[in-house]
T-cell receptor, first 111, second 116 residues
Framework: RKEVEQDPGPFNVPEGATVAFNCTYSNSASQSFFWYRQDCRKEPKLLMSVYSSGNEDGRFTAQLNRASQYISLLIRDSKLSDSATYLCVVNSGAGSYQLTFGKGTKLSVIP | SQTIHQWPATLVQPVGSPLSLECTVEGTSNPNLYWYRQAAGRGLQLLFYSVGIGQISSEVPQNLSASRPQDRQFILSSKKLLLSDSGFYLC???????????????FGPGTRLTVL
């Protein structure tokens, strides 16, 4: 089983749409969770950390379900500039310096 | 604020040639440092990480090596490149949490390596 699994997409959505991405992880000891975005041929950049209670940052909402080992990202009112690949990232547990990256979900927002 | 630099931005090298990629971090002390590779159409693969000067942990056995000669300098090297070494090489840094767990990682702009 892959450690961090994401639907690769692509998700093609019109401007203004709401889109949701899901991610599952296999390591029940994971304690830190993140969403990164990666533009084509660029480095990944932190979008937001994901907290147990769920958290929101403007148009972006992240949710964590530890019991199901499931993370989600919701983007409301999509903009053209949201087009990118979204990477789900988890750490390897307490005392670990390692993060495991999913392969990403590609989003294209269409005019 | 912290910044991370990588160079060169792009590199084309023949098979069998040596490699040296450099990464430096500014604005923080004793960061954790990481080298990743992202092959075309694939996820990020952790190659090495370092929690201090001279301390290197290898995740993937291969013909690459890493060194940390100074607190904020991380170098990725190879004596002889293979075709399969082509990819996007990313350096990252993070703070160290007291628990020793991984904190948010911040990436440099990367080096795109093509081995011919």
């Amino acid at each position: 089983r892959k450690e961090v699994e994401q639907d690769p997409g692509p998700f093609n959505v019109p401007e203004g749409a709401t889109v949701a991405f899901n991610c599952t992880y296999s390591n029940s000891a994971s304690q830190s969770f993140f969403w990164y975005r990666q533009d084509c041929r660029k480095e990944p950049k932190l979008l937001m950390s994901v907290y147990s209670s769920g958290n929101e940052d403007g148009r972006f909402t992240a949710q964590l379900n530890r019991a199901s080992q499931y993370i989600s990202l919701l983007i409301r009112d999509s903009k053209l500039s949201d087009s990118a690949t979204y990477l789900c990232v988890v750490n390897s547990g307490a005392g670990s310096y390692q993060l495991t990256f999913g392969k990403g979900t590609k989003l294209s927002v269409i005019p | 604020s912290q910044t991370i630099h990588q160079w060169p931005a792009t590199l084309v090298q023949p098979v069998g040639s040596p490699l040296s990629l450099e990464c430096t971090v500014e604005g923080t002390s004793n960061p954790n440092l990481y080298w990743y590779r992202q092959a075309a159409g694939r996820g990020l693969q952790l190659l090495f990480y370092s929690v201090g000067i001279g301390q290197i942990s290898s995740e993937v056995p291969q013909n690459l090596s890493a060194s940390r000669p100074q607190d904020r300098q991380f170098i990725l090297s190879s004596k002889k490149l293979l075709l399969s070494d082509s990819g996007f090489y990313l350096c990252a840094w993070s703070f160290t949490l007291y628990s020793g767990s991984a904190d948010t990682q911040y990436f440099g702009p990367g080096t795109r390596l093509t081995v011919l």
